[in-house]
């Protein structure tokens, strides 16, 4: 029987993804994993009459946002012969562009921080007096006084700060219609960095519903969303449950593949 190929693309992960190829090799998947853009490029380069290796699928689990112009570019090219992409060149765009991401989940009707794009100087009053300024470019977050923004990189990109008195971000994983979820740490109010599985999910009945309708709406097949005292704060298409003590749901990935 032919074997199921994936191209794994995470160059540069400072997150331990073996365990996810590790995952998909136990379960019969050849995995191609290139180490850096320069491997990438002359195994896959552009002409993609020139691969040797075709890959069924590619997943893409990391890119730093310094790489994301090539990528995109690279990923349509790859669509463009008929190979899938996950979770799709179109939502990897969408989902790294604060402006647009909110724009769209604010029309179909989710319950996201208020947000602002314009000059710094005219900010909003109604965001409040603290606001989480996002930059476009470098993706950094952090917090600021709405007041005190004096930017010459107009225009800027800023959403209103939710009231978060446990200092936690609830994060729910979806793969393919399952569902896992963890606690992590704000952090905009403390540098803690712990990781809290989540075992009893029948207190977020209307989360998980909501993860249910951003799969539907978007075509998302692995990916998660945090929310703080009820919005969704953050959609992230490439999802890191790279946990060896918890492999369920990357096994769940690979069985979706698998069942292609």
């Known amino acids: 029987m032919k074997k199921l190929k994936v191209l794994l693309i995470d160059i540069d992960n400072f997150l331990e993804t073996q365990i996810l ?3 998909f090799l136990r379960k019969g998947i050849q995995v191609v994993r290139p180490d850096s853009q320069k491997e990438l490029l002359e195994n896959f380069p552009y002409d993609l009459r020139k691969w040797e ?3 069924d699928f590619v997943l893409v689990t990391y890119y730093n946002f310094s790489q994301l112009t090539w990528l995109i570019s690279y990923l349509r090219n790859i669509e463009s012969i008929g190979i899938r992409v996950v ?6 765009e969408l989902f790294t562009d604060y402006l647009r991401r909110s724009q769209i989940l604010s029309q179909k009707g989710y319950q996201i921080p208020n947000f602002y794009h314009g000059c710094s100087s ?5 965001l409040g007096k603290m606001v989480v300024c996002k930059t476009l470019k470098e993706h ?3 917090l600021c006084p709405r007041t005190g923004i004096h930017s010459l990189n107009s225009p800027i990109f800023v959403e209103s700060c939710i009231a978060n008195p446990k200092k936690k971000i609830l994060t729910i994983y979806y793969v393919d219609g399952l569902i896992w979820a963890r606690w992590k740490e704000d952090a905009l109010q403390t540098k803690k960095r712990n990781r809290e599985l989540i075992t009893d999910l029948s207190g977020f009945a209307e989360e998980k519903k909501i993860v249910g309708k951003i799969a539907q709406d978007f075509g998302l097949v692995f990916f998660n969303v945090e929310f703080v005292e009820g919005y969704v704060i953050d959609v992230n298409t490439i999802a890191n449950l790279f946990y ?9 990935l690979a069985d ?3 069942n292609q």
Not at 122 to 126: A, G
């Open 21 to 23: 190829k590790w995952v």
């Open 244 to 252: 060896s003590q918890h492999l369920q749901p990357l096994e769940a």
């Open 53 to 55: 290796f075709r890959p």
């Open 87 to 92: 979770n799709s060149t179109e939502n990897i």
């Open 256 to 258: 979706w593949f698998l």
């Open 140 to 142: 950094q977050t952090f």
């Open 122 to 126: 005219k900010i909003p009053e109604h």
